[in-house]
């Protein structure tokens, strides 16, 4: 799926109609450069989830825990694995039970700095800069 934003608010929008396809146990790997918006997705994907707390990024603690109040999805880690060279880290701080828990959804930042531990299952979300404020959003 292919989207093609013209503002930060349109990316914001998008996400939180695409939160409303998660069900939980989803990890969405996040790929594309500095302020190519994969924050602003997080947000938007907090808000359509129901996140009431602001979402905020995780760069200097790795992962950051948010509740969710709904039905079936309980929580979502968001972890900016910028800083990283590799999943083993993330392993340490006990990603993998986020990944396979099915009452929640995992976002990470940076997602191809630890392309060794993605799940098979993982949603690649890839954003590209264009012009001004034009980003392309591919999800697959
Ligand atoms: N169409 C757009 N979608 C999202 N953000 C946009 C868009 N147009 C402009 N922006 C701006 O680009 C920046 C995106 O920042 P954001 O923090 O979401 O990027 P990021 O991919 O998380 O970067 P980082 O790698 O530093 O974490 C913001 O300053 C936002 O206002
Ligand atoms: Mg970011």
Known sequence: ?????????????????????LKGGEVLCLVGDLGAGKTAFTKGLAAGLGVKNTVTSPTFVLMK???????????????????????AQLLGIGAEDYFGDAECV??????????????????????KIGKGDKREINIR
Not at 1 to 21: D, R, V
Not at 70 to 82: E, N, P, T, V, W
Not at 106 to 127: L, M, S
């Open 106 to 127: 995992t976002v990470i930042e940076w997602a191809d700095r630890v392309k060794d531990i993605w799940p098979k299952d993982a949603i690649k979300i890839e954003f």
């Open 65 to 87: 825990n948010y509740k969710v109040s709904g039905k079936g999805i309980k929580h979502l880690a968001h972890i900016d694995a910028y800083r990283l060279e590799g999943g």
């Open 1 to 21: 799926m292919k989207f093609l934003s013209t503002s930060e608010k349109q990316t914001l929008n998008f996400a939180k109609k695409f939160a409303g396809k």
